[in-house]
C-alpha cells in the first residue's frame, strides 16, 4: 500500500526534525550537500559516478536518484570499511544499507605493482593528480578500485521492491559527492590503505636488489633520491678521530709538566749549596 504523496517541502522539514533528534541523542548527522546540478566534481568523484553508469543493471535505475541527491534528501551518508549507511527522506525517512566488498589481496597487489613508483605524493593522490597510465590501472572496469554490481549488496526499508528503488540510487550518488570532500573514503570503503600507493616505490627498488632483479647495488645516487640524502661515492673512509676526554687529558698532563718545571730545593740541597758559596768566598790568608 504506497502512502499519499508529501510535497518535497514538506518531506525536508519532516526529515529535519528526525535528523535533530538523532544529533540530540549524540548521533554525527553527515547530509550530502550539493550546490547546483553537478553531483561529483573532483576525479574521485566522477570516476565513482562514471564507473557505477557504465553497467546496464545500473544504467537504467541510477538516474531516479539525481534528483533526490540534488534536492537535499540523503540526510546521512555515513563511510565505513565495507559499508554504506545512509538514512534518505522520502515519503518517510528511510534507512539504507549499500555492503561493498572489501578488495581481495590479489588486486589490491596487481594495483600496487601497476602504480610502482609512479605516483609523487600522498596529496596527488587524493587531489587524482595522476598520470594516465596510474588513471586507467585505477579506474580499470573489472580490476581497479571501485566495485564490480557483483560485489555490491543493497538494502532500503521503503516498500518499493526493486532491487534498486530511487533512494539506494540517490546514497550512490552521494557516495561520490562525498568523495569529492574526502577521496580517502573510497580506499576505507575497500578496506585497503592508500598510503600503500605511495611507498610501494621505494619498497619495490629495495625488494628488487634483494632478490637479485638487479645485479648491482643501488649506487649513490639512487639511494640519495629514494631517502633523501647527499652521498659521495669517491669519499674515503675518514679516521678514527681522537676522543674529546683523551685530548682534554693530555692537555692536562701537559699543563702539569709544564707547571712542575722549577722544582723548589729541599733544605738539604739549600745548605751545602751556601756552604759552597761561603768557601768560594772566604779570602786567602796572608803568608807571614
Known sequence: MWKPYVPVAKRRQQAAQKMAKLQARGVAVQPVSISGRTIARSFWGKAWCEHLESFSDYANRLPRGRTYVRNGSVCHLGVTEGAVEAKVSGSSLYNVKVTIKTLPTTKWGRVKKSCAGRIGSL????????????????????????????EIKMACDCPDWAGMC???????????????????????????????????????????????????QLAAGDLSEIFGIDLDPTAAPTTKPVPVARKKKTARAGARKKTTGKVKPNATVKRKADSTAQKKTKPASRKK
Open 123 to 150: 596529496l596527488g593522490l587524493l587531489k587524482g593528480d595522476l598520470s594516465d597510465d596510474v588513471m586507467a590501472v585505477v579506474t580499470d572496469r573489472a580490476d581497479g578500485l571501485f566495485p564490480n554490481p557483483n
Open 166 to 216: 530511487k533512494h539506494i540510487a540517490a546514497v550512490l550518488y552521494g557516495v561520490g559527492a562525498r568523495l569529492d570532500e574526502h577521496p580517502e573514503l573510497l580506499f576505507l570503503l575497500r578496506g585497503v590503505n592508500h598510503e600503500d600507493l605511495i611507498d610501494v616505490g621505494a619498497d619495490a627498488v629495495l625488494s628488487g636488489v634483494a632478490t637479485g632483479e638487479r645485479a648491482e
